[in-house]
Each structure stands twice: as structure tokens, then as C-alpha cells.
């Protein structure tokens, strides 16, 4: 199939030097999918695509390319929608270019607009609160699946626990934009189980982007706390072969992810004793080896960029049939 890809060459979280490359990963492997990739980055007129699928890959919907007639493109048409909660906001990025993210109301305006046949999302709960209201058919539209990091990048994520720290990392951003998802994240970061290193964007000398795999690859255990959403760090740590310590999400057990068996869920209540028994075994200890590599292997086997790309391929490909059919039908009628 031909894929025509619209993107921004401007957009931080596809450069090299982006402190989270799950997102950059996504589009690489989406390229490698297709048999034709036509790249789009400038305004143009529809008559000027020629592909089977269209993915608008503007993840948070701040890239204001016209496409003329787009809505009327006979393609099966995608759009990315990362951060559902996202309000409208004009500014800058720290050290990169300005900005005009668009809010729910006009990323939905937008697409609909534009012809788009569903939304990618990663995050339900955040899609059918803040997407949602402004759809119709907002189940119909959805095209559910985790922020996936390529397993390329973790060459390392069989190394044995017992040839790491055996320490439980804490690693990420304490602003959360008062929307409360960290509360849990920022308690935990101070408890003494904790090893704390501050997020990249605060202490540079953190490794970021392609390098993250490395820092997490080199720990035992790590904690994926988001009280909202299953942030990539829910499908890196288990990637990298680490014993995932994950506060529970909805989407993560719809991951397939199960408490004691592939992952150790977390909460304030059973935190420290959970930690300190983990902290207190044995390096390497067997049990705890099983749960990192089953965590490792779902992610592999289901979660990773390389899947999302088979995924989007295959959906695309039963659409656009499903289209065809139907187009054919109206003519036999007409």
C-alpha cells in the first residue's frame, strides 16, 4: 500500500535530540511498513497525493498545513492525537520554535474538517473524556494503541538482573500541568526506596532520547507512575528488561499487563512494603527475574513501534477494502 505521511519538520518529538524517542520511533517503523512512503510536509493540494492511506502524524496538533480537498481524497485517512487533555495554547517550546497547539474542541473541528476517518490515540481515558463529547460516533473513530518504543533501541534488555543495580529508579518530570496525574509520582520519587535522578530536561546530564535505553537498562527495577495515562516509561521499563513497579491503568491491563506476573503494581498503601521486599531479595533473585522477562516479552510480542506499524497497516488495509466494496456497491446501484 502507499502511505502519504504529513508531519512537521519542525516538530521536537521527531528530532533526534527529543528527551522521549518513542514517538520518533513510531514514525520510523511506520515508514519501514509501508511499500511507498509519499512525505508531506509543506501545504499542497490533495490532487497531488497519491497513496491508499493518509496519516496526519501531528501528535499534538500544532502543525497548520492546508491540504486542499483533503476531506474528498479517497484514502483511508489518520490523525494522531497524543495528550487528549491538551488545551489551546500559543507559546514556545524550551529552546525550540513557537507554538500554537490547538485545543479538543478545534483538534476535533479539524479533522472532522479534514475527512478523517479515525483518530489514532494512546490513552482511552483521556480520548472519551476530552475527545469524545465533540464526536458522533467517538467509538467508531478510535484507533487505540500505547505510546510504543522500538525494541531497536534496547539492545541490552536481556541483560540479567543480577548484572544491574539493584536499585529502583525513579526517573521522570514532576510537572503534570496541575492536572494531578503525578501526585502519586512526586510521593514515591521521595521515598527512600527510591534512587532519584532528576528528569532530563531539569539535569541534562541525564541521558535522554536514543540514550534513555541505556540508564534504564543498567537498573534492576524502575517506576512508571502516571495517575492519568500509560505514559511510555508503562511499555520502556518493561522493554528494557527491568521489573516494571507501574501504578495501575486501565489501558495497561487491557495491555495485558497483571499484578505479581509480568509487572508489580504500586499504590501508597503497599509502596514501601513492595519496594523494600523487592530491594531486600536477593540480586538476580529468580522470581523477580520472571517478572521482568514476561513484562519484556509482552511488550515485545505485542507493544512495540514495530507493532504499531503491522497494526496501522493491517487496519488500513481492511478499511480501505471495506471501502472499495462499498464505493463498487453505490455504482452497481447508481
Known amino acids: ?16 535530540n527529543s528527551y522521549s524517542r518513542t514517538y520518533l520511533d513510531m514514525f520510523e517503523a511506520v515508514i519501514e511498513r509501508f511499500e511507498e512512503v509519499q512525505h508531506i510536509t509543506d501545504n499542497c493540494s490533495a490532487q497531488d497525493i497519491e497513496a491508499d492511506v493518509i496519516l496526519i502524524y501531528d501528535i499534538h496538533s500544532s502543525h497548520h498545513i492546508v491540504i486542499n480537498g483533503i476531506e474528498n481524497h479517497r484514502a483511508v485517512k489518520y490523525t494522531y492525537f497524543n495528550d ?10 524550551r529552546n525550540g520554535p513557537k507554538v500554537h497547539k490547538l485545543g479538543a474542541e478545534n ?30 460516533n467517538p467509538e467508531d473513530m478510535l484507533f487505540w494503541f500505547p505510546p510504543a518504543p522500538s525494541n531497536k533501541r534496547f539492545p541490552l534488555r536481556m541483560r540479567p538482573l543480577l548484572k544491574r543495580k ?38 541534562p546530564d541525564i541521558p535522554r532520547g536514543a540514550d534513555y535505553c541505556k540508564l534504564l537498562c543498567s537498573f534492576s527495577a524502575a517506576l512508571a507512575l502516571n495517575g492519568l495515562y500509560t505514559v511510555p ?10 521489573v516494571c ?30 519496594a523494600n521486599a523487592f530491594l531486600n531479595a536477593k540480586p538476580g533473585d529468580i522470581y523477580y527475574q520472571k517478572v521482568a522477562r514476561e513484562g519484556r516479552m509482552l511488550i515485545e510480542s505485542k507493544w512495540t513501534a514495530e507493532c504499531f506499524a503491522d497494526a496501522l497497516y493491517n487496519h488500513a488495509k481492511l478499511k480501505g477494502a471495506q471501502n472499495e466494496m462499498e464505493r463498487m456497491e453505490r455504482k452497481g446501484v447508481g
Open 245 to 274: 513497579f507501574a501504578q495501575d491503568q486501565e489501558d495497561y491491563r487491557r495491555m495485558g499487563f497483571e499484578d505479581l506476573k509480568n509487572c508489580i503494581i504500586v499504590n501508597k498503601e503497599n509502596f514501601r512494603n513492595r
Open 84 to 93: 487528549p487533555h491538551q488545551t489551546e495554547f500559543k507559546g514556545q517550546y
Open 166 to 203: 539493584h536499585k529502583i529508579l525513579g526517573n521522570g518530570s514532576l510537572n503534570d500541568g496541575g492536572l494531578g496525574g503525578y501526585d502519586f509520582r512526586q510521593w514515591a520519587f521521595s521515598q527512600p526506596e527510591t534512587f532519584y535522578l532528576k528528569h532530563t530536561m531539569d539535569r
Open 233 to 242: 516509561k508503562y511499555l520502556e521499563i518493561p522493554l528494557a528488561g527491568c
Open 1 to 16: 500500500m502507499k502511505l502519504a505521511l504529513i508531519y512537521d519538520l519542525k516538530c521536537p518529538k521527531l528530532t533526534e
Open 107 to 136: 483538534r476535533v473541528r479539524r479533522a472532522l474538517l479534514r475527512g478523517i476517518n479515525f483518530i489514532i490515540c494512546p490513552y482511552k481515558y483521556g480520548y472519551f473524556k476530552y475527545i469524545a463529547p465533540y464526536l458522533t
